[in-house]
């Protein structure tokens, strides 16, 4: 068959049959029924989480489709994980502009390999003809002992609480602007940049170690500034970053890339980037070792970088304590 030939009689269940259904592990019920049927664990609350990827608004439309399979899950595991939550299951709602074999095997082999990674079973979905468009809806679960839930939040953090954040950040935002032609990257650094931007991996385990630990969460999707703000304005508090722990932030961060790009922009990719789906926490100052432990546990390198402040909103200070300002908008859909 021709590359990117339609499949002569692939019908919509076969399509199912075919690319997404598999034996049924954790779920009570998975994909063929009305329904299907999922049993948190006992004194577990659920947790549930959606994220939708539209063709031109989130992807390109010659995107890889085993990578934008992988990015479709990880982006909602990575909600889970900000959580603190296990994955359970998800639901896939595909509509595709045709039943294209060539396309439909790698995206459910990336979709899927992640999914085998993190125990997240498939238990059903939606199948469409349309404009490519993925939306996934995620399911975990949080122990809530004497229904007390562990879910780890954006509102609870406190004054003098040390903010952390997960792995790099301003990779995917400086693959983004080396793919529209902004920057000529060294071919080691574009791909280092461009593996951050189309697979990401959500950082799961440290969601959970951070239970009963961190005082509030959040997973860094829309740019680091954007998103802790979220935390501030939840928590009642103000912040401020320490400008010489964000510098080298960078997966691609050293002397190859300062060669290209000047160090105010590499600043601004790791404060207003987007797409790191990197978690931002914050801790008592108190608890330092304890999160060294649970980075540890995880495997998941975590940097401290500022302090949680009574008031003041956000800001960003030099080595001195003296503010530095700069454009870093965060990325919103409709502005
Ligand atoms: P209904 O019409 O009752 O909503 P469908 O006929 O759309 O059900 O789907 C049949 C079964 O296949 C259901 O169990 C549904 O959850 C599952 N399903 C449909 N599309 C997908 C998909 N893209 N991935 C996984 N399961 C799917
Ligand atoms: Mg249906």
Request: charged residues 20%; hydrophobic residues 45%.
């Amino acid at each position: 068959m021709a590359p990117h030939a339609t499949p002569q009689g692939l019908g919509e269940f076969d399509l199912i049959r075919q690319y997404f259904e598999r034996p049924v592990r954790r779920a009570a019920l998975g994909i063929g029924d009305d329904c299907a049927l999922l049993q948190p664990g006992a004194g577990c609350q659920l947790a549930v989480s959606s994220d939708m990827l539209v063709q031109d608004r989130h992807f390109f439309a010659d995107a890889d489709p085993f990578q934008l399979g992988h990015k479709a899950l990880a982006v909602n595991l990575s909600d889970l994980a900000a959580c603190g939550a296990s994955p359970l299951a998800f639901t896939l709602a595909l509509a595709l502009p045709a039943a294209d074999a060539a396309w439909l095997a790698p995206f459910s082999r990336g979709l899927l390999a992640l999914a085998d990674r993190h125990g997240c079973e498939l238990v059903g979905g939606d199948t469409t003809r349309g404009p490519l468009n993925i939306c996934i809806t995620v399911f975990g679960e949080v122990p809530a002992p004497a229904g007390r839930s562990q879910a780890l939040l954006r509102c609870g953090a406190r004054c003098g609480d040390d903010i952390y954040v997960s792995g790099t950040l301003g990779d995917a935002r400086l693959a983004l602007e080396a793919i529209r032609g902004e920057w000529t990257l060294p071919a080691a650094l574009r791909k280092r940049a461009c593996t951050r931007l189309h697979q990401p991996e959500p950082r799961v385990a440290l969601g959970q170690a951070l239970r009963g630990l961190a005082t509030s969460a959040i997973d860094i999707s829309d740019g680091l500034l954007g998103d802790l703000g979220h935390v501030l304005k939840a928590s009642g508090v103000g912040a401020r970053l320490d400008a010489p722990c964000l510098v080298d932030r960078m997966a691609c961060h050293g002397p190859a890339l300062d060669a290209v790009v000047p160090a105010e922009h590499q600043l601004r990719c790791v404060l207003a980037g987007g797409d790191d789906y990197e978690l931002a926490f914050t801790a008592p100052a108190d608890r330092r070792d304890a999160v060294a432990a649970a980075a540890q546990h995880s495997a998941t390198p975590v940097s401290r970088i500022g302090t949680i402040t009574a008031r003041g909103g956000l800001q960003v200070v030099d080595a001195q304590g003296a503010a530095i300002t700069g454009h870093w908008a965060s990325f919103d859909h409709f502005c």
